[in-house]
């Protein structure tokens, strides 16, 4: 029986537990065991992405030792934690003898939740079912950083029930950013509104992510604006059965 | 809050400059997309776009030895400056050698123009960013030299007295209204929103400039290093006319702008103009080589932090073509246009948007290293960028005080660059627990604690504005119970999925060339009739001429010799001259060939000054031979490589620059016809 070391991620780990209990369900459907390191925190992004190299260094190693000790692919709920392991763990080891080809090792090995189902699996339809129209914003780390697109949108094509919309100017950042959105939360406001008011233009009242750090940000300005409309994880949704 | 995020607040709260921003996002990024449409191997061509540069930046002293030897050869006066002083004292000096020309005489001076003018140097300038990085009209003005910025978007900021707000549309930031004041201001004429009128009042001023300017400056958009050559492109005409009215041209270049030869010139200009405005070509593409008869030329090679950049971790920034397509898809751009791009001082960087954001601080120091932290790392840069420069990569490297420092010292600091001491000590903490299980299990529960007595009741925190996030987001709740907590390592206890199971198909393959040979010149007439130009097939060009001369009223015209048959254009009393004469409202020359895919044809320097009768009249009217029609630029460049100065004209001139409307006709022709002989 195949086992995937389950990256879960600090942001659902300990802000929508829900969301990692989703893909330990789809992967126990497709027969698919799920191990879950307990020393496993944070990839390190924050650091990263601030510019805090030394900081951002010590979480890798942490986690690439890790991983080091456990076998078989890992997958994590994540674009950007994914893009954090596959381009900004060797762009951090760079020149390292040691952790570099340790560095690689784990990138080697890391898949995004949903290019692992599709691309490694070849599974597009997990029998979800939905009542109601969906929209679905690219994560720009997802998008961009590893460029996975069609993997998302062809499992939701397979959502029964579904009413796919599109989201208009989907590719444009909802403003999270990791530390932008508090080195600069006025651009970050900006961009929230603009992302709402997109949302808003589609009617959908459900919003699919695939990463937590836009769910807890555009969750977040629609609970400000007192808006009705929902985020959710798209292995929440594909969790739907 | 720091003056950077006032001043971004101020950007936000500019209502006619949200608006002016929007504008130039949207239909930059359109144009971008449509352009791109018409080279399916676009995603190649940028891989072979970047592998050119990174060859040339590697290599970039054996390139800039051939590229000088040859200019040498060609007879153009080489300088080289190894900061923003030494190229301003080049210019400088050049000023004062420069044989002045009597204005004393000229009929009537601007009333913008000062009235020291007469007995100072006059510079006309095209646009260069070069010269904004090293701050030369500044320079020139305090020595009493008079400097006119002659590109429509860089002369309006110019009589603002602002800093360009956009690398290629200068005064994008601008409603037409603005526009309308100041020119009603400065330049005395009635007040009006309308963009030709507006365009025409440019055209008439800056024209008289063109014509009694000491000396011409422009900027350089590609040095060739096999022939030497400097490639110019701009629309309007205005760099034409710096390089070929003045008795000198100077030629102000950043140092890494090279390319190897005419083949990899070709592939960057098949990205650059569909990059920079969606444009298939620019509509003046200039290739000079030799300084024309009775003018001087002189090369002003700029380092200012170059070398320093390439030996650094930002080295990649150095590839850079400056198209400014990813200020126009960046979202932090869109809220800011350039003049809220600012350093520790308040100054204006030079550079704006995400490339901005990198070489401002790698080129002028640490002034500028808090740029980079208004970003995303949306990536939407990169996505777009001609060459594929990784600027999410090299912005996370300058806030990790990896730019060069111009005290040498190398990379400076612990990283960091830019990030308020609030979040450096909040990330610092948060590395100690997260390397640490047990540390990062218990902050979860304290977070949890904490958060649920913060709020009791809703799943959602309403944390205070000050904090970032409460501008204008509520923070979620940690979970009560983390995953950590509920996770139990199971086996599988579900059965295997019982449905078909689909794999995706593969991506429908579309070829990227029809099968069908298209037929040269009907796809020149249609691309140039895209454009504005008119193309007509003839037997008889002089006749034909002749029957739009006098449609038109035209008695007068420059001729390049050997053009028309002049027997019957005498029999017509059309006056012909091959000098240049700035009344003459219709220039006729020939083109040594065309181009199907863009609807260009190519005229090179010769007798009669083709160059000049197919600039300074208001109509251009092209003989072409249609078997002389080539399929696209590669091709067209062996004709162009032993001319003194040769240029690509892609439709009627043109502009952009007020509130991104087109409007045709600025320095250059507003009307070109091409005339195809069999």
Request: charged share 20%.
């Amino acid at each position: 029986m195949t086992t995937v070391q389950l990256f879960v991620t600090c942001l659902v780990d300990s802000f929508f537990p829900q969301t990692g209990q989703a893909v330990v369900d789809i992967f126990h459907r497709l027969g698919i065991g799920v191990d879950f390191a307990r020393e496993q925190t944070c990839c390190g992004q924050p650091a990263f992405n601030a510019g805090l190299r030394k900081d951002a260094r010590a979480i890798a190693e942490h986690t690439i030792k890790v991983f080091e000790k456990t076998t078989g692919d890992i997958v994590t709920p994540s674009g950007s934690c994914a893009h954090m392991f596959r381009h900004n763990y060797p762009e951090l080891f760079e020149g390292d003898s040691v952790w570099y080809p340790r560095a690689k090792a784990l990138a080697a090995r890391t898949y995004e939740f949903t290019e692992y189902l599709v691309d490694k699996l070849g599974v597009t339809d997990l029998g979800a079912k939905w009542n109601g129209m969906l929209t679905y914003h690219p994560s720009c780390h997802t998008l961009r950083g590893i460029n996975v697109d069609r993997q998302p949108r062809a499992l939701l094509a397979n959502v029964k029930g579904a009413t796919l919309v599109g989201l208009p100017h989907a590719e444009e950042c909802c403003g999270f950013g990791g530390i932008m959105s508090v080195e600069h939360p006025e651009l970050s406001a900006e961009w929230l509104k603009r992302k709402i008011t997109n949302l808003e233009a589609t009617k959908s009242p459900t919003l699919v992510v695939t990463d937590a750090g836009c769910l807890m940000h555009i969750a977040g300005g629609l609970h400000r604006a007192s808006k009705s409309q929902r985020v959710m994880h798209i292995a929440e949704v594909l969790r739907n059965w | 809050m720091n003056t950077f995020r006032q001043r971004i607040l101020e950007s936000i709260n500019n209502e006619n400059l949200q608006i002016a921003l929007d504008n130039n996002t949207e239909r930059r990024l359109k144009g971008r997309a449509l352009a791109f449409e018409s080279i399916p191997d676009w995603r190649e061509r940028r891989q072979r776009a970047h592998a050119v540069r990174a060859d040339v930046i590697d290599h970039l002293d054996k390139y800039l030895e051939q590229f000088i030897a040859k200019n040498e050869e060609n007879g153009v006066i080489i300088h080289r400056a190894k900061d923003a002083a030494e190229a301003i004292q080049i210019v400088l000096d050049i000023s004062k050698e420069s044989p002045q020309r009597h204005r004393e005489n000229q009929k009537e001076i601007s009333v913008h123009l000062r009235s020291s003018l007469v007995n100072s140097v006059l510079i006309a300038k095209s646009k260069s960013m070069v010269s904004e990085e090293i701050e030369l009209n500044h320079a020139l003005e305090k020595e009493g030299i008079e400097v006119i910025e002659t590109d429509l978007g860089e002369y309006i900021v110019q009589l603002r007295h602002e800093r360009p707000s956009h690398i290629i549309t200068p005064a994008a930031h601008l409603k037409k209204e603005q526009v309308g004041e100041l020119f009603h201001e400065k330049l005395g004429i009635p007040y009006t929103t309308d963009i030709p009128t507006l365009t025409a009042t440019a055209r008439k001023v800056l024209r008289e400039v063109f014509l009694t300017a000491d000396i011409g400056l422009s900027g350089v958009n590609f040095g060739v290093a096999e022939t030497g050559g400097i490639c110019l492109v701009t629309n309007e005409g205005n760099g034409r006319m710096v390089t070929t009215l003045p008795p000198v041209h100077i030629a102000l270049m950043g140092m890494e702008r090279l390319v190897p030869n005419l083949d990899d010139l070709a592939l960057m200009l098949s990205l650059l103009p569909r990059s920079a405005t969606g444009q298939k070509l620019t509509v003046y593409t200039q290739l000079l080589h030799k300084p024309l008869p009775n003018q001087q030329r002189h090369l002003i090679l700029l380092d200012n932090g170059r070398s320093r950049l390439r030996n650094s971790p930002l080295k990649e920034s150095l590839y850079c073509i400056r198209c400014g397509a990813c200020l126009n898809a960046c979202p932090v751009f869109r809220e800011l246009s350039g003049h809220a791009y600012i350093g520790s001082d308040l100054s204006i960087a030079p550079y704006p948007g995400p490339i901005g954001s990198v070489i401002s601080p790698g080129l002028l120091g640490e002034n500028y290293v808090q740029l980079a932290q208004a970003s995303s790392l949306c990536g939407a840069c990169k996505e777009v960028c001609p060459v594929d420069i990784d600027l999410p990569k090299l912005l996370t490297r300058v806030r990790a005080d990896m730019s060069p420092s111009p005290s040498g010292r190398g990379a400076r600091g612990e990283g960091g660059a830019g990030l308020s001491s609030s979040t450096r000590f909040g990330l610092q903490l948060f590395a100690r627990v997260a390397t640490r299980p047990w540390l990062f299990a218990v902050s979860q529960k304290f977070a949890s604690l904490g958060t649920f007595l913060l709020s009791p009741i809703s799943r959602w925190v309403r944390l205070p504005a000050f904090t970032g996030w409460g501008l204008s987001k509520d923070f979620p709740r940690f979970a009560g119970k983390t995953f950590r907590d509920g996770y139990k390592n199971t086996s599988v206890d579900g059965e295997l999925l019982n449905r078909p199971v689909y794999k995706l198909s593969k991506p429908r393959f579309t070829p990227a060339h029809s099968n069908t040979l298209p037929l040269f010149d009907i796809q020149f007439s249609t691309e140039l009739a895209a454009l504005g130009g008119h193309v007509h097939s003839t037997h008889n060009p002089t006749l034909d001429v002749i029957q739009l001369l006098k449609s038109r009223g035209v008695d007068k015209i420059h001729l390049e010799p050997n053009t028309l048959d002049e027997i019957l254009l005498r029999a017509a009393s059309i006056e012909f001259t091959h000098e240049p004469d700035p009344q003459i409202t219709v220039g006729v020359t020939n083109a040594i060939c065309g181009l199907a895919d863009t609807g260009s044809v190519l005229i090179v320097d010769g007798a009669g000054d083709p160059l000049k009768a197919s600039l300074l009249p208001e109509i251009h009217i092209v003989i072409l031979k249609s078997s002389n029609i080539l399929p696209s630029l590669p091709a067209a460049l062996r004709f162009v490589k032993n001319t003194s100065a040769a240029v690509f004209i892609t439709g009627p001139s043109r502009t952009a620059d007020i509130e991104m409307t087109l409007t045709i006709g600025v320095h250059g022709p507003k009307e070109i016809y091409v005339f195809l002989t069999t």
